[in-house]
């Protein structure tokens, strides 16, 4: 009887707690924690690099080399005790770990590794998705302003529960316009220059080879249970690595940025390609000089042959039409070579 009157007791325990419920809200634009930021879409953009780089000490004595410490990067030698990870905690600021190796070869308080004389060694340097690098995404603009969008939505426990709605429009503009996708950020240009700033003739770059993988996330959508928001975009390949061979993107890009500019947007927007106006300038008659091949000294002008006009085409690199709910991974193979070093 004691035991039955116990579970029953705890069974009304149980059925009067109060239910809590977990609300979050997204204005569009927001921030997530430790800064990383939206768009007014929702979208978020964030990078990871992974690169083996191998260098080479031409000297007759040992260099420490400087690194950032933005990357996480390992020395591919010994038992690979000499390291340095990055992580992002629960409030979204960035810590780093330092291996004890690395700091007991540490130079001036300074990160970095050594390079024996002639000694040629491989680094994986790299940003992982759990410290990526944030990549701000432009705003999408509407032919109808803000009229019409949902500026924060709420959820609780999940479940989108209210949202505000910009709902000041006039009496005109019933139908305003039409969405296409918009191109919402702009690339990262990188070269073995600006990769590997090193003065130090002695210290040279052989090669680099890596992946990078561009994230973009629907934040609202991905982080609740209700899945009802989709968008329509485009990207362009966040880092072009001006010297290096880029390859084997996943999924495959949907055109080169030329071909975006040129075509697709004005074919897909609907809206009429503004056609350049021929200027026809007359030159007044006047019996002051008369426009001959022979100069005033009486001497006879070579005519002049043209130089063939070719368009430019624009840059090539590529763009990715998307349409989604939660999140896309875009990833592409980046390698360089010089045997001959820098």
Request: net charge positive.
């Amino acid at each position: 009887m004691r035991r039955l009157l116990s579970i029953l007791l705890l069974f009304t325990l149980l059925i009067s707690v109060p239910s809590f419920s977990i609300a979050q809200d997204y204005t569009l634009p927001g921030e997530l924690s430790g800064g990383r930021s939206y768009n007014n879409i929702g979208l978020m953009g964030e990078i990871a690099i992974n690169l083996n780089v191998t260098l080479v000490n031409t000297a007759p004595y040992p260099k420490y080399v400087l690194v950032n410490p933005r990357y996480d990067f390992r020395v591919f030698r010994g038992n690979g005790s000499e390291y340095l990870y990055n992580y992002r905690t629960s409030t979204g600021e960035l810590q780093s770990v330092v291996s004890r190796e690395l700091l007991s070869k540490s130079l001036n308080y300074f990160v970095g590794f050594w390079l024996a004389p002639y000694e040629t060694v491989v680094v994986n340097f790299k940003i992982t998705m759990n410290s990526s690098y944030p990549v701000p995404l432009l705003d999408f603009n509407s032919s109808c302003g803000d009229m019409g969008r949902l500026t924060k939505l709420t959820y609780e426990n999940g479940t989108l529960v209210s949202a505000v709605l910009n709902n000041n429009g006039g009496l005109d503009k019933l139908v305003c316009g039409s969405i296409y996708p918009q191109l919402i950020n702009r690339p990262i240009f990188l070269s073995v220059r600006s990769m590997f700033p090193i003065l130090d003739r002695n210290i040279k770059v052989l090669r680099y080879n890596g992946v990078v993988d561009f994230r973009i996330t629907n934040v609202p959508n991905f982080y609740s249970n209700d899945k009802l928001f989709h968008v329509f975009f485009a990207v362009v390949q966040p880092v072009v690595f001006l010297d290096g061979r880029t390859y084997n993107y996943t999924p495959n890009y949907t055109m080169t940025y030329g071909e975006y500019l040129r075509r697709f947007v004005w074919n897909y927007s609907g809206i009429t390609k503004p056609q350049k106006k021929t200027i026809n300038v007359t030159m007044p008659e006047n019996n002051l000089f008369k426009l001959t091949d022979t100069l005033l000294s009486g001497l006879k002008v070579v005519s002049f042959r043209g130089v063939d006009e070719r368009p430019y085409n624009g840059p090539n690199f590529p763009v990715w039409v998307v349409f989604m709910g939660d999140r896309i991974d875009i990833t592409y193979r980046v390698s360089w070579n010089n045997n001959s070093g820098r």
